[in-house]
Nanobody
């Protein structure tokens, strides 16, 4: 069973930058599509970005302030977040799927494995 762990969340001022990481200690992430999602209080979980297997095709569902990357050597999929706004405050989750090569999705049902989430708070 793949176990995902997110890190890098915290409190940041508006306009600041954070880099979130998603890793697995027991299995390589190279064979998995990985998505980043977020859920703000009282709102549904929404897709932020994802990266597929093999060609590392990237889909972004928010604006260009969010950049997803895969580092196979570190077994990590990261989400770089810049120019953060209070509206970006949420719990951020990574998720993984290995059934569909060359693709990824912003549909939460598409993913079989989820991390516990990391809190991101943007406030002055």
């Amino acid at each position: 069973q793949l176990q995902l762990v997110e890190s890098g969340g915290g409190l940041v001022q508006p306009g600041g930058t954070l880099r979130l990481s998603c890793t697995s200690s027991k299995e390589t992430l190279d064979g998995y599509a990985v998505g980043w999602f977020r859920q703000a209080p009282g709102k549904e979980r929404e897709g932020v970005s994802c990266i597929s297997t093999y060609r590392n095709t990237i889909n972004n569902w928010l604006d260009s302030r969010f950049t997803i990357t895969r580092d196979s050597a570190e077994n990590t999929v990261s989400l770089q977040m810049e120019s953060l706004e209070p509206e970006d405050t949420a719990v951020y989750y990574c998720a993984a799927d290995r059934l569909t090569p060359y693709a990824c999705s912003n549909n939460t049902d598409w993913y079989d494995h989820w991390g516990q989430g990391t809190q991101v708070t943007v406030s002055s």
